[in-house]
C-alpha cells in the first residue's frame, strides 16, 4: 500500500499499528523485498524492449530505457541481457568464397617467396574476387605481371568454374607470348589453379605453377593490392546489373584507367608495355 499511497494519507507507522506489526518489522521486509521487486521491474522494461529491438545492444537498450523514465546504468543493462541470453548478435554480411583449397589435385611449392625481378614476365601473379551484382554475384580473375603490375589477363563470369581462370590465362598468353621455361606462374591453392586443366596450359607453354600457403596472402600481395583498388575505386558503389555490365566497367577501368594511366613504378614507357 505504500507505493501507491498519496501523501498527507495514511502513514507507514499508522499502517503498522492498525496491521498489528512494528514498523521496524515493516522496514526490515521491504530492504529485503525492495530490491528484488526492482530488478524484475528493470528486468522486465529490458526484456520488452530487446524483443521489440532485436537488432539493438545493450548500449541503446539503455538509451532507450532512460528516454521512458527508467534510468539504469548500462553494464547493468549488459548484465541482465547477458544473463536472459539476450545479446544482439552481429550478422556478417554474405561474402561468397572465392578459394577453395580442400581438392585432391597436386600442390605445387611456393617459387615465387623472395624472388627478385628484373624484367617483364619473369613472375605473374593470379588471383580470383567477387564483384556484387543487382541479383548475385560474378567473379572475377586477373593475371598481373609482378614486375610492372600490368594487368595482362582478365575475365569476368557469373560462375566459379575453370574456365574462368583459363580464359583469364589465355588473354595473358596471347598479349605476352612468353619465352618458355622463362616465367613462373604464381596462384594461391584453389581448385581452378590446382586441376589438370590449368596445369595442362602451363606445362603447354613451359610455365612453371607456384602456390601461397594456405591462408597466406602475402605471397601474392601484388594481385591483393589490384583487387583492393579496383574495390574501392570502380566496384565500390556502383550497382551493376549484370554480368555484361560489369565487364564492360570493369574492362574499361583496367585497360583505359589502370593499365595506361597508372604506372605503378618507375619503369621507362616502352618497358611498362
Known sequence: ???????????VERMCRLAGVSRAGYYRHWAISAPRQEETAIRDAVQRTALAKRHYGYRRIAIELG?????????????????????CLRRRPFVPITTDSRHEWRVVPNLARGLVLSGLDQLWVADITYVRLLEEFAFLAVVLDAFSRRVVGWA???????????????????????????????????????????????????????????????????????MKTLKQEEVDGRAYRDAKHAREAIGAF????????RPHSALAYDLWY
Open 1 to 11: 500500500m505504500t507505493s501507491p499511497m498519496q501523501q498527507g494519507k495514511l502513514t
Open 67 to 87: 528516454r521512458s523514465g527508467l534510468v539504469v546504468n548500462r553494464k547493468r543493462v549488459l548484465r541482465l541481457m547477458r544473463k536472459d541470453n539476450l545479446l
Open 156 to 226: 569476368l563470369e557469373d560462375h566459379l568454374r575453370t574456365s574462368l581462370a583459363t580464359k583469364a590465362l589465355d588473354m595473358a598468353l596471347q598479349a605476352r607470348c612468353p619465352v618458355p621455361g622463362s616465367l613462373i606462374h604464381h596462384s594461391d591453392r584453389g581448385v581452378q589453379y590446382a586441376c589438370r586443366e590449368y596445369s595442362a596450359r602451363l606445362d603447354a607453354y613451359d610455365i612453371q605453377p607456384s602456390m601461397s600457403r594456405i591462408g597466406n596472402p602475402y605471397d601474392n600481395a601484388k594481385a591483393e593490392s589490384f
Open 254 to 261: 583496367i585497360e583505359d584507367v589502370y593499365n595506361r594511366a
